[in-house]
C-alpha cells in the first residue's frame, strides 16, 4: 500500500486546532539559556536519529516499507504531541534551574544571618554578664575588702533538714547571742573558710553561710518581732528559700 499525498503536503489546520497548539508552543516558551547537558544530550539523539536514517536508505531497507496514509487526524494528534513534549522539556528547564536557585544560597543573606547571629550572641553574654551576680570567695582578698560585713570562719557549719530547729538554733547561739540588741541593718555575713557561694541578696538579716543536707546554701536571721524570729534557709546562687521555720526570742 502507497500513501495518496505526499508527507510534504499538509491540510491546513482548523482554526480550533492552530490556537490549542500555539498557546501549548507558548506556555512552553523558556528564556533562560538551555541547559549544556541538556543541550547536548538533545544533539546526540538528533544525530543518532540521522544516522540511522541514512544508514536505512543506503541499505535500502527504507524501499520495502510500506508507509500508511497519513490522515488529517493523525497529523493533528502528532503535532499536539510534539507542542505537549516541547511544553514538558520547558518546564523541565525551569525545573531545573528553580531547583539550582534553592540549592545555592545568596550570599549576602548568608553572611548577614551570620552577622545577625554573631550579634546575637554578644547581645545575650552581655546580658548574662550584667545580670550574674556577684561571687563570694572568703579567699580572695579584694572581695572580702569591698564587703567589710563579711566575717570567715575557720569552724565548718552545716545544718539538716531532719534536726532544722535545733541545728538553727544552735547556729544561732553561735552567732548571736543576744538577738534583740543586734544591728540587723548592717546585714552582716559570716561564711566557713573555702565556702564559695553566690552573694545572698538578703537586708536587714543576719547571713550565714551553711551546708544544707551537703549543698551550699544561706541561713538568714531577719531582725525579732515581738518574741519570735523568722529564720530561712536560701538556696545557693538563687536566694529562693528551702526551708523557713520560727524560733522563740527570750526577753
Do not use: W
Not at 11 to 37: G, K, N, Q, V, W
Not at 44 to 52: C, M
Not at 212 to 222: C, K, L, N, S
Amino acid at each position: 500500500m502507497t500513501t495518496d499525498e505526499p508527507d510534504e503536503q499538509l491540510d491546513t489546520l482548523a482554526p480550533a486546532d492552530e490556537a490549542r497548539i500555539r498557546a501549548l508552543l507558548s506556555d512552553a516558551r523558556e528564556t533562560d539559556p538551555m541547559p549544556a547537558p541538556v543541550a547536548t544530550r538533545l544533539d546526540e539523539a538528533i544525530a543518532g536519529l540521522a544516522a540511522e536514517r541514512t544508514h536505512a536508505l543506503d541499505s535500502g531497507y527504507e524501499s520495502n516499507v510500506r508507509p500508511l496514509v497519513r490522515t488529517r487526524r493523525h497529523r493533528v494528534v502528532a503535532v499536539l504531541g510534539a507542542a505537549a513534549a516541547v511544553a514538558v522539556v520547558g518546564l523541565a528547564v525551569g525545573t531545573f534551574f528553580d531547583d539550582d536557585d534553592r540549592r545555592v544560597p545568596n550570599s549576602t543573606s548568608a553572611d548577614t544571618g551570620v552577622d545577625r547571629g554573631t550579634a546575637a550572641y554578644e547581645a545575650e553574654a552581655d546580658a548574662e554578664d550584667a545580670e550574674e551576680p556577684n561571687r563570694v570567695d572568703p579567699t580572695d582578698t579584694a572581695a572580702t575588702d569591698q564587703t567589710p560585713e563579711l566575717t570567715v570562719t575557720s569552724d565548718p557549719l552545716g545544718v539538716h533538714s531532719r534536726r532544722l530547729v535545733r541545728d538553727l538554733a544552735g547556729l544561732r547561739d553561735q552567732f548571736l547571742p543576744d538577738p534583740r540588741s543586734e544591728d540587723y541593718t548592717r546585714s552582716p555575713t559570716y561564711v566557713p573558710s573555702g565556702f564559695t557561694c553566690d552573694t545572698a541578696p538578703v537586708a536587714n538579716a543576719v547571713v550565714v553561710g551553711v551546708r544544707y543536707d551537703g549543698a551550699p546554701a544561706y541561713v538568714a536571721f531577719h531582725s525579732p518581732m515581738g518574741d519570735s524570729q523568722v529564720v530561712d534557709v536560701l538556696q545557693c546562687g538563687t536566694g529562693d528559700v528551702l526551708r523557713s521555720t520560727t524560733l522563740p526570742v527570750a526577753d
